[in-house]
């Protein structure tokens, strides 16, 4: 069975476990894919553990995604697949007008190169450490500053998002986002515009975003879809 396979299964294991317990849970997933075939496809959850909530407290965080993208070695184009899954602690705080949290954890990650490239020494299955940080702040009634940034040790792998959103009349918000994400062998800047929060029913929402990929070698269109359930 493929990795990528697994770790959706194993993803689904918990939250099926989670969802008999009466707690304040968190499940993410999404996708998002460029006009040049890259790909980036992610499912998570959020639990809080006992006498901790999602807006304050330790909460563990289980993630699985599985991501696409060509670099150019030299005169090669390089196809690139990385399908991890990762666990990680981390302590959240809010307040009335932000909230922010920070993990530490280990992702395993599976990278595969077509052609092989000698000198990447990323491929293979490979376990590092992971730490993240977001944050978010509603100092003003219509406009929030949202941001996160990750980083993996040994693959030496970032990623980092700025969004500006401003509130719309039915309570959604909408705004430019910027991306900057790569490792010592690729980078990419993503600019766009986000539509996110749209109330679907009582507890999920969606987000919609689109824009421009700049990377290396090429410039392409990407767009996505974010989902968000508490339960």
């Known amino acids: 069975m493929r990795r990528p396979i697994k770790t959706v299964l194993m ?3 918990v939250l099926t476990s989670s969802l008999s317990q009466a707690a304040e849970n968190l499940f993410l997933a999404g996708v998002e894919a460029t006009s040049d075939s ?20 330790v909460v563990l965080h289980l993630w699985a995604d599985y991501q696409t993208y060509s670099y150019d070695a030299g005169a090669t184009e390089i196809d690139v697949s990385v399908d991890s899954l990762s666990a990680a602690l981390g302590y959240h705080d809010s307040g009335s007008s932000y909230w922010w949290n920070t993990r530490l954890g280990v992702v395993q990650s599976d990278v595969g190169l077509e ?3 000698p000198g990447n020494d990323s491929a293979g299955v490979n376990t590092n450490l992971k730490v993240q ?16 940034i990750e980083y993996i040790f040994g693959r030496s792998a970032y990623w980092m998002r700025v969004r500006a959103l401003m509130r719309n009349d039915n309570n959604s918000y909408h705004g430019p ?15 766009g515009w986000v539509l996110n929060e749209i109330v679907v029913n009582k507890n999920w929402s969606l987000g919609l975003k689109a824009g421009f990929r700049f990377d290396d070698s090429n410039t392409s269109e990407y767009a996505g879809i974010e989902l968000t359930i508490p339960y």
């Open 177 to 191: 986002e910027l991306i900057y994400q790569g490792d010592p062998e690729y980078s990419a800047m993503q600019l």
């Open 115 to 117: 052609p092989n490239d």
């Open 38 to 57: 890259s790909r980036y496809f992610y499912i998570g959850t959020a639990l809080p553990l006992p006498g901790s909530n999602l807006g304050k407290g």
């Open 11 to 13: 993803i689904a294991a």
């Open 133 to 148: 940080l977001e944050g978010e702040n509603r100092s003003l009634a219509d406009f929030k500053l949202n941001g996160g």
